[in-house]
């Protein structure tokens, strides 16, 4: 049976979500790729110990994550089962629910029907009483949000959820949803979005300033952007990355020549600041404190700790800053 370091929580910082109670560390750890039956099991299972054994306690999930749709939390559920059942007081699991997960009417978007019979679902491939952070995980524009929002309350007075986020929002959306969580009297804590500093979405949709506004917490994934905000595509397109092996969510037709020498600025400015240029990426995302937890993903325990260097990086100078923004503007 695996015993946790006794030293894990020493070097992380544990940011406070919003106004509420809850914290989440700096790092967490997405179980987006590399988690499903195409995975090695053993290498997800040290992909976890590691990050728990430095201080990351958030994992974070969906319905749908694989492949197959639910292999990512079957997954994780063992893990917890066969390691980490005695710690699991001091992990935070959360899933999210809103693509599209089995046939038929009543399997996507975000309808009371849905919401709750997949969270039924996921807590008995996870194998837990509960979890931490119940999602939708996106907005719904044919389903009333009073409906979508009273299922996510419906989820934690169950006892089911402990508290509900929402992922993919914009602002006008948050707001409303933040309204109608306030009237039920339920903690709607985070928001869950891609952000990167070559994706500002969030900045161009008022989510961000919304979240800031309401005092909630904003947990951002894809913070390397699929990759590009590291070292592998400086010269060109490895054979076995992610394009090549995948090609889901990273297009090669996305790697232009403009873009690689975005890239290859920033990592200059990157090996200027002594960094990685994924350590900078990651590092950027925490720059202004209104980010609560970066969600990082990997394919072995050896990036976990390497994206963990980045927390111990230097902050940024108000010309670096200029220098990123236009970079990736060009």
Sequence with gaps: MYTANPNRYDNMVYNRCGCSGLKLPEVSLGLWHNFGDTGVYENMKKMVLTAFDHGITHFDLANNYGPEPGSAERNFGKIMKEELTPYRDEILVSTKAGYGMWDGPYGDWGSRKYLLASL?????????DYVDIYYHHRMDPNTPLEETMGALAQAVRSGKALYAGVSNYDGPTLEKACRIMEDLNCPLVINQNSYNIFNRT??????????????KGIICFSPLAQGTLTDRYLNGIPADSRVRTDGRFLKESSLT??????????????????????????????KDGQVTS?????SRPEQILDNLKAMEGAGFTEEELAL???ISAQ
């Design 324 to 326: 990123i923004d236009a």
């Design 120 to 128: 039924d679902r996921s807590l008995e491939r996870l194998g837990l």
């Design 202 to 215: 969030i900045e161009k949709n008022g989510l961000k300033e919304t979240a800031v506004r309401e005092k």
């Design 257 to 286: 020549e403009e873009k690689l020498h975005q890239i290859r600025a920033l990592n200059d400015l990157a090996l200027q600041r002594g960094e990685k240029l994924s350590q900078m990426a990651l590092k950027w995302i925490l």
């Design 294 to 298: 970066v969600l990082i993903g990997a």
